[in-house]
């Protein structure tokens, strides 16, 4: 029997970032993007979800290299826990290279990076990868193009079709034409945006919101965007530039990747533009434009600490405009709205995404997507980097570009997808999940861990302390009670010594009982006081009752 | 010096929701709407947010009545809350009054409920009250335009402008322009979809978009919409009735509402329509139709129950079109998403949000609030009903309109507003704020404890008993320690030994310094665990140390 192409996705399937995808054949295996997700509303006190590495870790031996589509976090963002696990080469492009070395830096890791271009080809081990240029939200963003054994195989990454982008690069749709001439066995497509009707809106059109926004304007223009967003950045500074105004930038990512940036010559920054914060003070606020962190309304970002006066060098007035060139992800809208707010009680002009072409997705609508498949025209065709609701669209939307509809897999992380040059079918499952990152903790925050957590958030809890006898079981001490998140206790007298009377009540009844078992007494306890809380308030703290053995 | 008039919002100021306004004028005051607020990320655990009644209670002997301008939840859902403190007639339109019985059947109250229909006008105290005619998306609507001592004050509740609504009757805007060419002194108004451009989209429309969802469909469709949304339930109904489709009801509020509205004539279903959901079960997909709640993808209602199969009636399979008709309210969104992942996943078709008109706001756009202002053409106008963004976007329109930018006033909670005949002006401040309520508890959830719900959330907590002899402060047993949602503790056996030794050598480092005092051990244990936390895991859990006294 001929040996197959395995896809395995572990990561970005059925769920919006982490995205990782392998490509194995025989002993060769190659890694497309490494990423995190942001942890949902359940998972309280996580700062960040990555991928189970466990088919990565178990396959070490056979992984020649990772390969990387672009520099955001949901694709770059687990690279560190990957290497600390196993050390593979990284290919990327030369931005997306120098964000992976500064996560690295922060990590206190090395790695063997290895800096591609759009239109180089890396052959490694069975797969030969064609590096093929994209327009995105951030640049040098590539597609994939991977020869193996079997076909043709076409991982889009994230993208935008952007016929007048800032660096004059459109997506190179003829190269993605040949390949479909020739055969593509399959494609892998960015879902992101497929619900969204029409075409997305060129970056350009944003530069001239912007440019509308600086004219005339007497104000001191604060601006905000994604760090990452090298194309937005380069066109608030030719506004300021343009119009007489100095930058000066707050917010550590966003001089980080400002920084980078200019040095790779990804940013051209007219002499004399930028200038440090503290030396702008003086200045008119006419001639002033602050590029800052927080578009997210994100806790202690610069635009958050200047809404809540505490930025230390910026003080917000009616003499600022400022500029949300961002929209909020889901699950964002109500930090920024509250940001948004807090401007505006400051007596700001504030801009944010009611307003007109003040921000445009790095990712493809519909239209995009029937332009893709038209000149790819894949043979199979799996919808990817999507929730369910994306990957069904996208599977109808590739049905009615002509893609037989039996060819169209909607897969899932951990599941193995195979190829032959002609058939694929999902076959069987490899581990996967979610594992949460929470402080230096990598996985040791489970369902049990969550569960508390939620419990402890919902309703607090209470401690009960006894000390007992060793001999013969009697009550030496207590029951003290500690309650945190319950009620506040300086005003609930009647309710701590309601408690106090349930529990004692509770070991006495054990003591007559003669149960002198503390499992049986502490479980006792709990019952009893669960009950008469939830009569007395309708909640449901959590009791932990610890019985000191003397 | 002349008596002024006073009004004083409670609540629906800088933010969305808990609508509660004083009109107060010498010994008289009238209250327009007690309604709830949902709860923000912060507030764990809490159910809902009330008004502080403090300055209601304390001038209970002047309050003629409160007067509802419909029946949401955040215009009369505080009602039980304000019943419990104060005696007071109910001023309401039918379908209103209705809803405010079925809550205080809910809260086992009685009260002094009195109907009024649009055009009629209620007179108490020194106070005349006209009830108005508008659109919203719930039936039976008013504004009211309150005749004070010092003028005619208009509050339009939510409103929107619909010529062609459901039940025919559209807004009235004459007599809006009547009593504008008369002379309004003020005008509070709605600024809930201030942002948004244009004229919002007609109830009617909605129905044309459900005709096409059911026009020749061979599945069964299942509809979810906010309960209280009458008029779209009659045209789910209208659709059904039209194609032959029998229709169940699924979920307590929309069983509640449906009943009461037709109890009441406000919703028109043709005999033999309804049917119980378990008499459906043999029938044709093709002829069945199911109204059910869970439009917010709320956890536990009905269509949150099919998705994730734990609806007893209902499953779901690839014969079912569900319509989601409804908009995520901001931070519902990624719980509306999942609810719609779900589904997907069971193989069925939905409709959403990405699918044109299939729902329509409630509340004016821009256009329509402009011409509200030209009919009412108030001196003083005071926008209401939102965040700070929607306040000053409305104050905008208000200005562009013709207002005096000087007569325009941005108010908050709990600041008072005089009123002369000629002029307005912000003077003091009554007590005011956010009432949290959870379980049975109003009030007894405060700052320090949604602190410590916040902190459990994040980082979990551990608990450090010791027991010490009250004699000589020596350490008789323990450190016994227990966790919760800080690590999962059966894989975490170095750390937790790990935190005896640092208990143990705390204790020892005290009684070596003779420490005998209960705090300063305990405040030493606190910070000493707290450090190599820390350290270890970069996690900061709550630490309760616990010494009994042998």
């Known amino acids: ?87 593979v080469p990284i290919y990327a492009t030369r931005l997306t290279a120098g964000l992976v070395r500064l996560k690295l830096e922060e990590h206190r890791l090395k790695a063997d990076i290895r800096t591609v271009e759009a239109g180089q080809t890396i052959q490694t081990g069975c797969f030969k990868v064609e590096f093929i240029h994209v327009n995105h939200s951030i640049a040098d963003s590539v597609a994939l193009a991977i020869r193996t054994p079997v076909g043709l195989v076409i991982q889009t990454g994230d993208f935008k079709i952007d016929t007048t982008p800032i660096d004059g690069d459109v997506i190179d749709l003829t190269r993605f034409g040949e390949l479909g001439k020739r055969g593509v066995l399959a494609l892998l497509s960015d879902s992101t945006n497929v619900e969204k009707p029409g075409y997305s809106l060129s970056e350009r059109k944003v530069g001239e919101s ?15 965007t994604f760090a990452s967003n090298v194309h937005r950045l380069q066109q608030v500074i ?12 707050t917010g550590r990512s966003m001089e980080n990747v400002l920084k980078l940036s200019i040095e790779l010559g990804y940013m051209d920054v007219p002499e004399g533009t930028l200038m440090d914060l503290t030396r702008m003070k003086g200045m008119p606020k006419s001639k002033q434009v602050i590029i800052t962190t927080g578009s997210q309304g994100e806790a202690m970002s610069a635009l958050y600490r200047m809404a809540f006066s505490g930025h230390r060098q910026v003080e917000i007035t009616n003499e600022d405009r400022v500029i949300i060139s961002a929209s909020a992800i889901p699950g964002n809208e109500k930090t920024v709205s509250r940001v948004v707010n807090e401007l505006y009680c400051k007596g700001a002009e504030v801009i944010y995404s009611e307003y007109p072409e003040i ?29 369910q609701r994306h990957l069904q669209t996208h599977a109808r939307v590739a049905a009615e570009m002509g893609i037989n509809p039996k060819n169209i897999i909607i ?32 996985g040791d925050v489970g369902s049990v861990v969550l569960r508390d957590r939620k419990h402890l958030a919902q309703d607090g809890m209470i401690v009960v302390v006894v000390s007992m006898s060793s001999e013969d079981g009697s009550l030496i001490s207590g029951p003290d009670i500690v309650s945190r998140g319950f009620v506040y206790v300086k005003e609930a007298d009647d309710l701590m010594s309601g408690m106090k009377a349930v529990v004692t009540d509770a070991i006495d009844g054990c003591a007559a009982r003669n149960i002198s078992d503390w499992a049986t007494i502490k479980s006792t306890v709990k019952s009893r006081l669960s009950d008469y809380l939830y009569r007395k308030t309708k909640r449901n703290p959590m009791i932990l009752p610890v019985i000191m053995e003397i």
Chains 1, 2 share one sequence.
Do not use: W
């Open 238 to 249: 030719n506004c300021a530039a343009k119009y007489g105004r100095k930058v000066g930038v």
């Open 411 to 442: 897969s899932d992380i951990g599941r193995v997808i195979e190829f032959s040059s002609k058939s694929a079918k999902l076959t069987g499952t490899v581990p996967s999940g979610k594992v949460l990152v929470d402080g230096t903790g990598v």
């Open 210 to 224: 912007l440019d509308g926004l600086f004219k005339d304007c007497q104000k001191r223009i604060i601006v905000t």
């Open 1 to 87: 029997m001929a040996e197959k192409l395995k896809i395995i996705a572990l990561g970005g399937l059925n769920e919006i970032g982490k995205n990782m995808t392998v490509y194995e054949y025989g002993g060769h295996m190659i890694v497309v993007d490494a990423g995190i997700g942001f942890p949902d509303d359940e998972m309280y006190g996580v700062d960040m979800v990555i991928p189970d590495l466990t088919y990565l870790v178990k396959n070490k031996e056979k992984i020649r290299g990772i390969f990387l589509t672009h520099g955001h976090e949901d694709h770059i963002g687990a690279v560190p826990y990957v290497l600390r696990e196993i050390n």
């Open 359 to 387: 921000h445009a997705s790095g990712h493809a609508c519909q239209e995009e997507h029937k332009l893709m498949l038209s000149l790819i025209k894949p043979k199979f065709f799996v919808p990817v980097h999507g929730e």
